[in-house]
C-alpha cells in the first residue's frame, strides 16, 4: 500500500478580513507500507492541520488523498491527549475502537504488550499521565490501521516516561507493524523513531526536506544521531532563512 497526498492549498477563513488564511501550499507527501515517517517543523506551522485532512475530519482543501485501496481505510488516530471516555474502564475504552465483528482477543493481547492487564477495570482518572497514554496508544492498535496517526503523543511526559513510550511505540509496531505518520518537534525523537523524517517549513507550510534514517544506526551511536542532528539542524536553519 502505497499513500499519496497532495495538498495544494489549504487555508482558513479569517473573521473581519477578507483574504482567508493560507495553511498549507504545494504540500507533497508519499507514504510506503509499513513505514514510520516523522514529520518536524515550527509550531504552528499546519502539522496538526495536515493530520486532520488526512484522517477526513476536516474535507475543505484543494487536492487529493489517494490510499490506492479497494475499501476506505482504516485510519488510527492518537492525539496530544489521550481523550479517554471518563465513565468507561480502561478495557472498555478499548472495546469501544472495535469494529463490529473484530476478535476481542487482540484487546487482551494488546493489554499484556502495555502492561495494563491489571488496570483493565480502572477508570481513567485513577490512571496516570503515563498510563492513559498507554491506553490511548493501544486502543490505536486495537483497530489495526491501514495508516496510524501521531500528533506530538508523548509532549507533556517527563523524560523517562516519554523514552519508555517510545519503546513500547516500538515493541508495538514489531509485533503488530503498521504505517506511521508522526508529529513531533523533538528531533532526537525522530531519529530514533523514524525510517524517514520530513522537515515542514510554514508561511505556507510545505515540504523543505527529507533524510531517511539509516537502518544501521542505533542509540549508542552517539556519533551518529549527533551527525544528522547536525544536518537537521542545519536544513532547518536554512529553510527559516529562506
Known amino acids: 500500500?502505497?499513500?499519496?497526498?497532495?495538498?495544494?492549498?489549504?487555508?482558513?477563513?479569517?473573521?473581519?478580513?477578507?483574504?482567508?488564511?493560507?495553511?498549507l501550499e504545494n504540500l507533497h507527501l508519499t507514504l510506503h507500507e509499513?513505514?514510520?515517517?516523522?514529520?518536524?517543523?515550527?509550531?504552528?506551522?499546519?502539522?496538526?492541520?495536515?493530520?486532520?485532512?488526512?484522517?477526513?475530519l476536516d474535507q475543505e482543501f484543494e487536492g487529493r488523498i489517494d490510499f490506492h485501496l479497494p475499501k476506505p481505510p482504516s485510519l488510527g488516530y492518537v492525539f496530544q491527549e489521550p481523550r479517554l471516555l471518563p465513565w468507561?474502564?480502561?478495557?472498555?475504552?478499548?472495546?469501544?475502537?472495535?469494529?463490529?465483528?473484530?476478535?476481542?482477543?487482540?484487546?487482551?493481547?494488546?493489554?499484556?504488550?502495555?502492561?495494563?492487564?491489571?488496570f483493565q477495570h480502572a477508570y481513567p482518572h485513577q490512571l496516570s499521565l503515563g498510563m492513559s497514554?498507554?491506553?490511548?496508544?493501544?486502543?490505536?492498535?486495537?483497530?489495526?490501521p491501514d495508516l496510524l496517526l501521531m500528533d506530538e503523543p508523548f509532549v507533556s511526559l517527563d523524560t523517562a516516561t516519554a523514552e519508555k513510550m517510545r519503546l513500547l511505540l516500538q515493541k508495538?509496531?514489531?509485533?503488530?507493524?503498521?504505517?506511521?505518520?508522526?508529529?513531533?518537534?523533538d528531533l532526537r525523537e525522530a531519529i530514533a523513531l523514524a525510517d524517514r523524517i520530513v522537515l515542514l517549513a510554514a508561511k505556507p507550510c510545505h515540504t523543505v526536506g527529507e533524510f531517511l534514517v539509516p537502518r544501521s544506526l542505533r542509540p549508542a551511536d552517539e556519533?551518529?544521531?549527533?551527525?544528522?542532528?547536525?544536518?537537521?539542524?542545519?536544513?532547518i536553519q536554512r529553510s527559516a532563512s529562506d
Open 1 to 23: 500500500m502505497t499513500i499519496e497526498i497532495r495538498i495544494d492549498r489549504k487555508a482558513f477563513p479569517r473573521r473581519g478580513r477578507t483574504e482567508p488564511q493560507l495553511v
Open 34 to 56: 509499513h513505514e514510520f515517517v516523522c514529520l518536524v517543523g515550527p509550531s504552528g506551522c499546519g502539522k496538526t492541520t495536515l493530520l486532520n485532512l488526512i484522517a477526513g
Open 88 to 118: 468507561r474502564t480502561v478495557r472498555e475504552n478499548l472495546e469501544l475502537a472495535l469494529p463490529r465483528g473484530h476478535n476481542r482477543q487482540i484487546i487482551t493481547d494488546l493489554l499484556a504488550i502495555t502492561d495494563l492487564t491489571p
Open 133 to 144: 497514554r498507554r491506553v490511548a496508544l493501544a486502543r490505536a492498535f486495537a483497530i489495526e
Open 172 to 185: 508495538l509496531r514489531q509485533k503488530r507493524p503498521h504505517t506511521v505518520l508522526f508529529v513531533t518537534h
Open 223 to 235: 556519533r551518529g544521531i549527533a551527525a544528522l542532528h547536525g544536518e537537521l539542524l542545519k536544513a
